[in-house]
Nanobody, 119 residues
Framework: QVQLVESGGGLVQPGGSLRLSCAAS???????MGWYRQAPGKQRELVAS???????NYVNSVKGRFTISRDNAKNTVYLQMNSLKSEDTAVYYC??????????????WGQGTQVTVSS
């Protein structure tokens, strides 16, 4: 079992930036890590993932705007979000998994962090 704690969300104007963090209760070095989001009335979607070897994947809607990274020494994964749009508004969650292409995601969900993009 692992606990994941997301932070860094908030209210930001369109075009602004936020950096999300996800701290894990134990080592993540052997795992793929991912950021998901869930908007009201919509299914949870995977927006970015990073392998244990630091390969990355992004959903098309965030390519060029979001960057996922990891600091294994701190058991933390980050999501840098730039040029935010109103459609990025959602609760953001992180998760971990095994393998790559595809990843077998675990079912460890934190409380999430709310991101609201609005003027």
């Amino acid at each position: 079992q692992v606990q994941l704690v997301e932070s860094g969300g908030g209210l930001v104007q369109p075009g602004g930036s936020l950096r999300l963090s996800c701290a894990a209760s134990r080592s993540i070095s052997a795992y793929a890590m991912g950021w998901y989001r869930q908007a009201p009335g919509k299914q949870r979607e995977l927006v970015a993932s990073v392998s244990s070897g630091r390969s990355t994947n992004y959903v098309n809607s965030v390519k060029g705007r979001f960057t996922i990274s990891r600091d294994n020494a701190k058991n933390t994964v980050y999501l840098q979000m730039n040029s935010l749009k109103s459609e990025d508004t959602a609760v953001y969650y992180c998760n971990l998994g095994t393998g790559w292409g595809p990843v077998k995601w675990k079912d460890y969900w934190g409380q999430g962090t709310q991101v609201t993009v609005s003027s």
